[in-house]
């Protein structure tokens, strides 16, 4: 279920939007619950989303109905700014998650009549392209504990949670994403941890703290 929260017509947006766009721009925020889909494959490219709170992963179902998960979005992220008209992967949030959403035409328009604006959207896309070379990578070249070793440094990184990490995905979401098996995945997991280089906190297996995370950066290197 969508739910609208807010709606502004002239107020500063923050992080990227505000800087790619400036204060006046139309926005409005929703909040979607757990599962709800934000936007599906192939329809038009409307709206550029950010996020507030939460997560959003964005994904392909493949043609024998495996899903292969392309990225996650985590608060601050941008996405559905996409070069095409219509989107490539459905994006839909992982847990209760609130957006703010602007109209493409209006961001590009912004930008357009700002100094250096068409510059940080192209910026932005060239992001895009670069996490996908480099899961395309992660996919074609690592065994499996390099892989999961890699997420997790992802995570840490991107979730800037110093001491105890808060995964916001499932291990489903995770073994989607890496391309393996859940077993395979769980098995990655408590390996890592036997060998001392994580420890859960809780029974979710969700909250993780890295012990090691030198060790970590070698299965990566």
Same mark, same amino acid.
């Given at each position: 279920m969508l739910l609208r929260t807010n709606t502004s017509s002239s107020r500063p947006v923050d992080g990227h939007l505000a800087a790619l766009a400036g204060e006046n721009v139309f926005c409005s925020e929703f909040r979607y619950r757990r599962g709800t889909e934000v936007f599906g494959e192939?329809?038009?490219?409307?709206?550029?989303?950010?996020?507030?709170?939460?997560?959003?992963?964005?994904?392909?179902?493949?043609? %024998?109905?495996?899903?292969?998960?392309?990225?996650?979005?985590?608060?601050? %992220?941008?996405?559905?700014?996409?070069?095409?008209?219509?989107?490539?992967?459905?994006?839909?949030?992982?847990?209760?998650?609130?957006?703010?959403?602007?109209?493409?035409?209006?961001?590009? %328009?912004?930008?357009?009549?700002?100094?250096?604006?068409?510059?940080?959207?192209?910026?932005?896309?060239?992001?895009?392209?670069?996490?996908?070379?480099?899961?395309?990578?992660?996919?074609?070249?690592?065994?499996?504990?390099?892989?999961?070793?890699?997420?997790?440094?992802?995570? %840490?990184?991107?979730?800037?949670?110093?001491?105890?990490?808060?995964?916001?995905?499932?291990r489903r979401d995770i073994a989607d994403y890496l391309g393996l098996t859940l077993e395979t995945v769980s098995r990655a997991f408590s390996s890592l941890r036997d060998e001392k280089m994580l420890q859960f906190d809780g029974p979710t297996q969700r909250r993780i703290a890295l012990t090691d995370r030198g060790r970590l950066g070698d299965l990566n290197a």
């Amino acid at each position: 279920m969508l739910l609208r929260t807010n709606t502004s017509s002239s107020r500063p947006v923050d992080g990227h939007l505000a800087a790619l766009a400036g204060e006046n721009v139309f926005c409005s925020e929703f909040r979607y619950r757990r599962g709800t889909e934000v936007f599906g494959e192939g329809e038009e490219t409307e709206y550029v989303y950010q996020i507030i709170s939460g997560a959003v992963r964005t994904y392909k179902l493949l043609s %024998d109905g495996r899903r292969q998960i392309n990225s996650f979005h985590l608060p601050g %992220d941008m996405f559905g700014l996409e070069n095409g008209v219509t989107h490539r992967f459905t994006a839909e949030a992982i847990v209760e998650t609130r957006v703010r959403i602007t109209r493409r035409r209006s961001l590009l %328009d912004a930008t357009r009549d700002r100094e250096g604006g068409v510059a940080k959207v192209i910026g932005l896309v060239t992001q895009s392209l670069q996490h996908a070379e480099n899961h395309m990578l992660l996919l074609g070249r690592k065994t499996a504990l390099e892989r999961v070793a890699a997420f997790l440094l992802e995570m %840490d990184e991107r979730l800037s949670q110093p001491y105890v990490m808060i995964l916001p995905m499932s291990r489903r979401d995770i073994a989607d994403y890496l391309g393996l098996t859940l077993e395979t995945v769980s098995r990655a997991f408590s390996s890592l941890r036997d060998e001392k280089m994580l420890q859960f906190d809780g029974p979710t297996q969700r909250r993780i703290a890295l012990t090691d995370r030198g060790r970590l950066g070698d299965l990566n290197a």
